[in-house]
T-cell receptor, first 113, second 113 residues
């Protein structure tokens, strides 16, 4: 069974540009989460989807970040326009049910120059 | 507040025991987790403990929980070079009826001969 996959694994962009990160959860997992780790600090919660609905987006830093999960399958996280402080590793995770084990992807490393 | 604290770095000799410590803030957390991140990989659930337990042992791993002090530790017996990784402590918070994981900054474990 395929695990959580994320694309791209690494993206280097200039300040002001746009980047879209994609996450494919494990098939059948209704819960999808985005987390971010900035500069070796703690892994911070960004948001949580239940199917296609945003259950909790309290961790989204600002309105430059837009997450979608159309159809309740894969999810995208768009950063527009990117700023230097957005650099970090963006992790996606999925779980079959709330409170179940989270399965993480390998992360997408974003570098903003 | 949501805050999970860990020391950032630990170096041990192969064959020795490693102890990674963590403090958390929410006394109502039902579960506490240890995740492992190997180089170039995603986060992998290593072990967890229910909040009504003091200790959990799983082969070379021992988790100790002190609820009064909100202190969690992970002991790895007979540490091997393959144990070199970043270890993240996480607590579960209930948010809007759903569980949310709050992570620490991770402890980088280096195992040397």
């Amino acid at each position: 069974e395929a695990g959580v996959t994320q694309f791209p694994s690494h993206s280097v962009i200039e300040k002001g540009q746009t980047v879209t990160l994609r996450c494919d959860p494990i098939s059948g997992h209704d819960n999808l989460y985005w987390y971010r780790r900035v500069m070796g600090k703690e892994i911070k919660f960004l948001l949580h989807f239940v199917k296609e609905s945003k259950q909790d987006e309290s961790g989204m830093p600002n309105n430059r970040f837009l997450a979608e999960r159309t159809g309740g399958t894969y999810s995208t996280l768009k950063v527009q326009p990117a700023e230097l402080e957005d650099s970090g590793v963006y992790f996606c995770a999925s779980s079959q049910f709330d409170g179940g084990e989270l399965f993480f992807g390998e992360g997408s490393r974003l570098t903003v120059l | 507040g949501e805050d999970v604290e860990q020391s950032l770095f630990l170096s041990v000799r192969e064959g020795d025991s490693s102890v990674i410590n963590c403090t958390y803030t929410d006394s109502s957390s039902t579960y506490l987790y240890w995740y492992k991140q190997e180089p170039g990989a995603g986060l992998q659930l290593l072990t967890y403990i229910f909040s009504n337990m003091d200790m959990k042992q799983d082969q070379r791993l021992t988790v100790l929980l002190n609820k009064k002090d909100k202190h969690l530790s992970l002991r790895i017996a007979d540490t091997q070079t393959g144990d070199s990784a970043i270890y993240f402590c996480a607590e579960v918070l209930l948010s809007g009826g759903y569980n949310k994981l709050i992570f620490g900054a991770g402890t980088r474990l280096a195992v040397h001969p």
